[in-house]
C-alpha cells in the first residue's frame, strides 16, 4: 500500500515534469508545441553526446543541453512561428513537422539501440516506509517540487512572469500597456524547451534514450494538459496525480497493459463532461470556441 | 401566464473572473416595440446581447422569448426561434463573396421553411438583400469576397443576416460604429421600415441623434448595472445618466 | 489587374512586361464567364489530362511503379481526406485513426467472419466512420487546437491498447486475409476512389452545403448568428472525410492481405498532411498534387531509408513558412495569367 503511494507519487511528478513545459508555452504565446516530444529527447541526446562523445563533466553537460534545448526552442518561434503566428493551421504542422523532422534525423544519426542510456546521478537507495526507492527517483520528486515552485515564484514575482501573465490573460491589454508579445512568446518557447530538456534529463536515466520516447511523451503531456486544463498549472498537478496514481493501480490490479485504456477513457470522459479540462478556463474557451 | 410580454429578461448576471459584465438586469419588451441601450464602454452591452443570444451562458438569470424559457439554449437554437444580431466587430466570411455570406443563413432551419428559398434561388434573394442595405448591384458590389469590402459595408452585411434570418427580434450592436455620414444615413430608413413591418428592434447605439429616431424606450447601463429605464427624454434628463456619463464629479 | 514586370528597350521604343489575369475570372473568384470555345477547352484541358491521364497509367507503367501509383492513390485519398475535414476549420493530425480503422474492421470482418472484400469494405467504410465520429463527437466543440491535440493522440493511444490486451492479433496483427483478384482491379479501383473523392469533395465545396463548410472555418460564431447548427454539419463533414480515410484503410488491409498495428503509424497521419501542404491547402486538385509528388518521390527515395520522413518532414515545415499557397496553387495562378509587351515610348 505505501509502496503503490509511493510509487504512485513519482509517477504523478513524471507526469508533472513532462507536461509543464508543454502547457507553459501553451499558456502563455497560445502555441501547442507539437515539437515537445523532440525538444524532450534532444536534451538527453544531446548531454548524452557531451557525456560520452566530447567527455564533458556530468553537471556540465546537463547545463548546456538545457540551455541549449531552450535556445532551439527560441530559435524555432523565431524562425518558424513568427512568421506563421496567428495562423493556427500553419502553427501546428510547423512544430508537428519540425518535431518529427528532428526526432526521425535522431534516429539516421544512429539513436536506436541499448548504448544510449544516460547515468543516473547517484547510485543507490534508500527505505522508506518500508520500500527501496532508488536516489533518481528521490531526486525527480525533489526536482519536481522545486521546479513548480520555482515557476510559481517565477511567474508572481519577477518582471518577465508578471508579463507572461498579462498576455496569457489578455493578449491586447497586456500589449497595450508595453509588453512586448513576440519577446514573450519566444521566451515561453524557450523555457518550454528548457523545462522539457531538465524532464528529459532527471527522468531518461530510468529508462533508454529512444526517438518513440519523444512521441509517447508528447502523448502524455497532451493528455495531461487535456485533463487537467491547458492553461493551468493546478491543472497539471491534479491530472498528473490522476493519471500518476490510477498508473501504479491499474498495473497492481490489472495488468500495466491497461494504463493506455485508463488514459483514454479519462481523456474522452473529461471531453463530455468538461471539454476544456478541470481546471481550464471553461468559459472562455466556449465563447472562442 | 397571461403574459403578452415578447422577450424578457429578468435578473441577468455574468461575471469574467473578477470584473462583474452584467449584474441583475432585467427588462420586458413588447412584440413591435423598440429598445435602445446606451451606457459608456465597458458597462457590458455587448455582454448584455451575448447572453440573450445564447453566446455567453449566464451566472444566473433568466431569458424568456414569447413565454418561453430560452436561458443558455445555444445560439444557432435561438437564432431559429427568431433572435438575430448583429456583432459589434462585424465578423463576415472574408474568404467568401459578399452575397455567399447571406446564403448561409437562407439555408438555417427557420429560413427553409420559409417559401423561395431554395436551392438556385438562394443567389437571387442574397443579391436582392444586399441591394436592399445597399450593396450597388450595377458595380458588382455583392460579387466581391467580403475581405475586399469596406468596413462601413461589412457592417450592413450583418444587418443583411438579420433580414435573411426573417428573425422577429433584431438586435443590433453598435451597427454605426465605423460607418460613415452617409452610410448612417442610408441605413436608417432600412431600420425604420423593419420596424414598421412589426420587428422588434433592440440597438445599442452611441450615436443619440439616430438612436432615438428608432426606438421609444431606452436603458441605460454603467458598470453593468442597469441605472435608468423610461422614455428617451425621461433617461436623458435624469441625474444618474448625466453622471454616469460625465463623470460623478459633484 | 495588371501588373508592371520588366522594361526592355529595342530600336523602336520602350517596351514594358505585362501581366494580366485571364478574362475569365473577371466576374468573381468562383464565377467564370465563359465568351469562347476557346475558354472552355482552356479550362477543359486539365481536367483532362489529369483524368485520361490517370486511367492510362496502370496500362503503361510496370507493376513496381504500378503500385507505386497505387500508394499515391492511397495517400491522396487520406490527403483529399485532410482537406475536405481541414475546410470545415477543423485540423487533423490524426489521419492514421480514419484509416487503422477502417482497416481493422475490414480485417476484423474477413478474419473471423469470412466476409469478402465485397462486404468487407463498404462495411468497414461505414462503420468505420461512425466509430471515428463518434470517437471526435466531445472534440467538436472545442476550438481547433484541441481537435489537433486528441487526434494526434487518439491513433497512438490505439496502437497502445492493442498492443497490450492483444485483441485483433496484438503486435503481429491479422494475416493471411483475402487479397482482392488482381493488381488491376486494385489499381483502377483506387483510381476510382481517388476521382471520387477529388471530384465529390470538390462538387460539394462549390454547392451551398460547402459554403457552410467554408463559413465555419472563416468564422463560427457568425455561421451560429446565421442558425446554423454548426456541430451537426462539422460531424457530418467528419463522417464524409473519415469514411474516405476508413475506406482507404479496408482497401489497404485487403491489397496487402494483413492489418497490424502500423495502420495506425504516424506516417499515415503526417504524409497526408505533408502532401497537402506541398500541393497546396483548399481546393482538393492541390492535394491530390501533393500526393503524386512526394510518394513516388518517396519511392525513388527509398535507398535513403528513414531519411525521407525527414525529408518529407522538413518540405512540409519549409512550405507552410514560406510557400503556403503549394505548388498546385502557384502553377494555376501562373496557368490563368499571360504576360505581353506593351509599348510605352
Ligand atoms: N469574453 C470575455 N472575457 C473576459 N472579459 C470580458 C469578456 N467579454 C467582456 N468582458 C468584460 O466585460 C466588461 C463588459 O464588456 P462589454 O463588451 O459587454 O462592454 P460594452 O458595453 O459592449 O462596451 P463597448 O461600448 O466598448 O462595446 C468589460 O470589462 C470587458 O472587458
Ligand atoms: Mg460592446
Given at each position: 500500500m505505501a509502496g503503490m503511494l509511493i510509487y504512485g507519487l513519482i509517477n504523478s511528478i513524471i507526469f508533472a515534469l513532462i507536461t509543464i513545459g508543454f502547457t507553459l508555452t501553451f499558456g502563455i504565446s497560445g502555441i501547442a508545441n507539437f515539437a515537445h516530444g523532440a525538444f524532450y529527447v534532444a536534451g538527453a541526446y544531446i548531454s548524452w553526446h557531451l557525456l560520452n562523445?566530447?567527455?564533458?563533466p556530468y553537471p556540465l553537460a546537463i547545463a548546456i543541453s538545457v540551455l541549449v534545448t531552450g535556445f532551439f526552442g527560441a530559435i524555432l518561434y523565431r524562425f518558424v512561428l513568427f512568421r506563421v503566428r496567428g495562423v493556427i493551421l500553419s502553427e501546428v504542422i510547423a512544430t508537428f513537422g519540425l518535431g518529427i523532422g528532428f526526432l526521425e534525423l535522431f534516429r539516421c544519426l544512429g539513436l536506436t539501440g541499448y548504448d544510449y542510456k544516460l547515468p543516473k546521478f547517484v547510485d543507490g537507495s534508500l527505505e522508506l516506509l518500508g520500500v527501496y526507492v532508488d536516489y533518481q527517483r528521490l531526486i525527480i520528486i525533489v526536482l519536481g517540487a522545486v521546479l513548480l515552485l520555482f515557476l510559481w515564484f517565477f511567474t508572481h514575482h519577477t518582471k518577465t512572469g508578471l508579463a507572461f501573465r498579462a498576455i496569457a490573460q489578455d493578449e491586447h491589454t497586456a500589449l497595450n500597456f508595453g509588453v512586448e508579445s513576440d519577446r514573450t512568446a519566444m521566451l515561453s518557447l524557450g523555457m518550454g524547451g528548457a523545462l522539457a530538456a531538465i524532464a528529459a534529463i532527471a527522468i531518461m536515466p530510468l529508462s533508454l534514450i529512444a526517438v518513440e520516447e519523444g512521441h509517447h511523451i508528447l502523448i502524455l503531456a497532451l493528455a495531461v494538459g487535456i485533463v487537467g486544463g491547458m492553461e493551468s498549472t493546478m491543472g497539471v498537478i491534479v491530472a498528473s496525480l490522476i493519471f500518476g496514481l490510477s498508473q501504479i493501480i491499474v498495473a497492481t490490479y490489472l495488468s500495466p497493459n491497461y494504463t493506455m485504456i485508463v488514459m483514454l477513457a479519462a481523456i474522452i470522459l473529461i471531453l463530455l463532461i468538461r471539454p476544456s479540462g478541470l481546471f481550464g478556463k471553461f468559459k472562455e474557451l466556449e465563447e472562442r470556441i | 401566464m397571461k403574459d403578452d410580454s415578447f422577450l424578457k429578461i429578468t435578473g441577468l448576471s455574468k461575471s469574467f473572473g473578477g470584473v462583474e459584465a452584467l449584474s441583475n438586469v432585467s427588462f420586458d419588451l413588447k412584440q413591435g416595440e423598440s429598445l435602445g441601450i446606451i451606457g459608456p464602454n465597458g458597462s457590458g452591452k455587448t455582454t448584455l446581447v451575448n447572453l440573450i443570444t445564447g453566446f455567453v451562458k449566464p451566472d444566473s438569470g433568466k431569458v424568456f422569448f414569447r413565454g418561453k424559457e430560452i436561458t443558455g439554449k445555444r445560439p444557432y437554437t435561438i437564432a431559429n426561434l427568431g433572435i438575430a444580431r448583429t456583432f459589434q466587430m462585424a465578423k463576415a466570411f472574408h474568404h467568401l463573396p459578399a452575397f455567399k455570406n447571406i446564403i448561409i443563413p437562407l439555408r438555417s432551419p427557420r429560413v427553409k421553411?420559409?417559401?423561395?428559398?431554395q436551392y438556385g434561388e438562394r443567389d437571387d434573394i442574397a443579391i436582392d438583400l444586399l441591394e436592399e442595405v445597399g450593396f450597388e448591384r450595377d458595380s458588382a458590389v455583392p460579387l466581391k469576397t467580403a475581405k475586399s469590402l469596406p468596413h462601413g459595408y461589412l457592417k450592413r452585411l450583418e444587418l443583411a443576416r438579420c433580414m435573411a434570418l426573417r428573425a422577429d427580434v433584431i438586435i443590433l450592436d453598435e451597427l454605426f460604429s465605423g460607418m460613415s455620414m452617409s452610410e448612417v444615413a442610408s441605413t436608417l430608413p432600412i431600420i425604420e421600415k423593419l420596424k414598421e413591418e412589426g420587428k422588434t428592434v433592440v440597438m445599442i447605439e452611441h450615436r443619440l441623434r439616430e438612436l432615438f429616431r428608432v426606438v421609444n424606450c431606452l436603458i441605460v447601463l454603467n458598470f453593468g448595472q442597469k441605472i435608468a429605464e423610461g422614455s428617451p427624454a425621461e433617461v436623458m434628463g435624469s441625474e444618474a445618466v448625466k453622471a454616469a456619463y460625465l463623470g460623478s464629479e459633484e | 489587374m495588371a501588373k508592371i514586370r520588366r522594361e526592355k528597350k529595342d530600336s523602336n521604343g520602350k517596351y514594358r512586361k505585362e501581366r494580366l489575369d485571364r478574362g475569365i475570372k473577371a466576374r468573381s473568384d468562383t464565377i467564370f464567364a465563359l465568351t469562347s470555345y476557346r475558354e472552355a477547352l482552356y479550362l477543359v484541358v486539365p481536367r483532362a489530362v489529369t483524368i485520361i491521364g490517370l486511367l492510362i497509367l496502370p496500362l503503361v507503367l510496370d507493376i513496381w511503379w504500378t503500385k507505386v501509383m497505387i500508394m499515391a492513390c492511397v495517400i491522396a485519398i487520406l490527403a483529399l481526406s485532410w482537406d475536405f475535414i481541414a475546410s470545415a476549420g477543423m485540423l487533423s493530425l490524426g489521419q492514421a485513426l480514419f484509416f487503422g480503422a477502417g482497416g481493422y474492421l475490414a480485417g476484423v470482418l474477413n478474419y473471423y467472419?469470412?466476409?469478402?472484400p465485397l462486404y468487407t469494405i463498404p462495411i468497414a467504410t461505414i462503420a468505420g466512420a461512425t466509430v471515428c465520429t463518434l470517437l471526435f463527437l466531445p472534440v467538436l466543440r472545442l476550438r481547433g487546437i484541441y481537435f489537433a491535440m486528441v487526434t494526434f493522440a487518439m491513433p497512438l493511444i490505439l496502437v497502445r491498447i492493442i498492443e497490450a490486451t492483444r485483441i485483433w492479433g496484438g503486435i503481429e496483427g491479422l494475416s493471411a486475409l483475402t487479397p482482392l483478384p488482381n493488381l488491376w482491379v486494385s489499381a483502377y479501383l483506387v483510381i476510382a476512389a481517388v476521382f471520387a473523392c477529388l471530384f465529390g469533395f470538390r462538387r460539394l465545396m462549390d454547392s451551398d452545403y460547402g459554403l457552410v463548410l467554408r463559413g465555419m472555418m472563416d468564422n463560427d460564431q457568425a455561421v451560429m448568428a446565421g442558425g446554423i447548427n454548426i456541430y451537426w454539419y462539422k460531424a457530418q463533414t467528419l463522417f464524409i472525410g473519415s469514411a474516405a480515410g476508413a475506406f482507404i484503410g479496408a482497401f489497404m488491409t485487403h491489397y496487402y492481405r494483413i492489418v497490424g498495428t502500423s495502420a495506425f503509424s504516424i506516417d499515415y497521419s503526417i504524409l497526408p498532411v505533408a502532401c497537402t501542404v506541398v500541393g497546396g491547402p483548399g481546393n482538393f486538385a492541390g492535394a491530390m498534387f501533393g500526393a503524386f509528388i512526394l510518394v513516388p518521390l518517396c519511392e525513388y527515395l527509398r535507398a535513403i531509408g528513414s531519411w525521407r520522413i525527414v525529408l518529407y518532414s522538413f518540405l512540409m515545415v519549409i512550405f507552410v513558412v514560406a510557400v503556403p499557397e503549394g505548388i498546385f496553387n502557384y502553377l494555376e495562378r501562373k496557368y490563368h495569367q499571360f504576360e505581353h509587351w506593351v509599348k510605352t515610348g
Open positions: 562523445s566530447l567527455g564533458f | 421553411t420559409f417559401r423561395g428559398a | 467472419w469470412g466476409l469478402s
